[in-house]
């Protein structure tokens, strides 16, 4: 069973940065790609970014480009979410998740979850 651990949410203000963490526990981290979605109040959960299993292929949503970078160190079993010029339109509680496949779009049936972290942007 794997499991994964968010932490890194907080208060921002806008334009700021927060740098999302994401533990996953198991020996087999290096062979699942890990994915970054949110889910605003009131509102659909949304793909935002994803890494291939040993980081050389990511994915973004158009509206995190250039702003968000999504990174894996598989020494540490962890993945992050750095995310820079915050908007308040980026509030939301903030998943990973693991999947065995890499797919170059986002996809929303992956094989585990974490509970998330939320993050506040303030105007």
């Known amino acids: 069973q794997v499991q994964l651990v968010e932490s890194g949410g907080g208060l921002v203000q806008a334009g700021g940065s927060l740098r999302l963490s994401c533990a996953v526990s198991?020996?087999?981290?290096?062979?699942?790609?890990m994915g970054w979605f949110r889910q605003a109040p009131g509102k659909e959960r949304e793909f935002v970014a994803s890494v291939s299993w040993g980081g050389y292929s990511t994915y973004y949503v158009d509206s995190v480009k250039g702003r968000f970078t999504i990174s894996r160190d598989n020494a540490k079993n962890t993945v992050y979410l750095q995310m820079n010029s915050l908007k308040p339109e980026d509030t939301a509680v903030y998943y990973c998740?693991?999947?065995?496949?890499?797919?170059?779009?986002?996809?929303?049936?992956?094989?585990?979850w974490g509970k998330g972290t939320l993050v506040t942007v303030s105007s």
């Open positions: 998740a693991a999947d065995r496949v890499w797919r170059t779009g986002p996809y929303y049936g992956m094989d585990y």
């Open positions: 198991g020996r087999t981290f290096g062979s699942y790609a």
